[in-house]
């Protein structure tokens, strides 16, 4: 199965912002949709944002809501993440993952990058 590879994290302040980029490791690969997943440690996976491309419709989850921005290349079958006004909270390793239908499951997870804000 084809993978995704995460960057552009890091360590920064509260307030400050990041982009995140999603792209595939190798080959480029078509999807349906494409989307953001954040994780902290004892938690489950939890939804950040996705990209859908047949309508380039997006969704985001509330806490992010009016903060972060998904954006995306389907030709490289690429991903970003534009995060702005970073809070403490946004701590987490940020993957990216493909769904290649719909309704499906998403995968081609990558090995994810950690952000860290600090206050």
């Known amino acids: 199965q084809e993978q995704l590879v995460e960057s552009g994290g890091g360590l920064v302040q509260s307030g400050d912002s990041l982009r995140l980029s999603c792209e595939p490791s190798g080959r480029t690969f078509s999807s349906h949709a494409m989307a953001w997943f954040r994780q902290t440690p004892g938690k489950e996976r939890q939804f950040v944002a996705i990209l859908v491309w047949n309508n380039n419709s997006t969704f985001y989850a509330d806490a992010v809501k009016g903060r972060f921005t998904i954006s995306g290349d389907q030709d490289k079958g690429a991903i970003y993440l534009q995060m702005n006004d970073l809070k403490p909270e946004d701590t987490a390793v940020y993957y990216c993952?493909?769904?290649?239908?719909?309704?499906?499951?998403?995968?081609?997870w990558g090995p994810g990058t950690q952000v860290t804000v600090s206050k």
């Open positions: 993952g493909a769904r290649t239908a719909s309704p499906g499951a998403f995968g081609h």
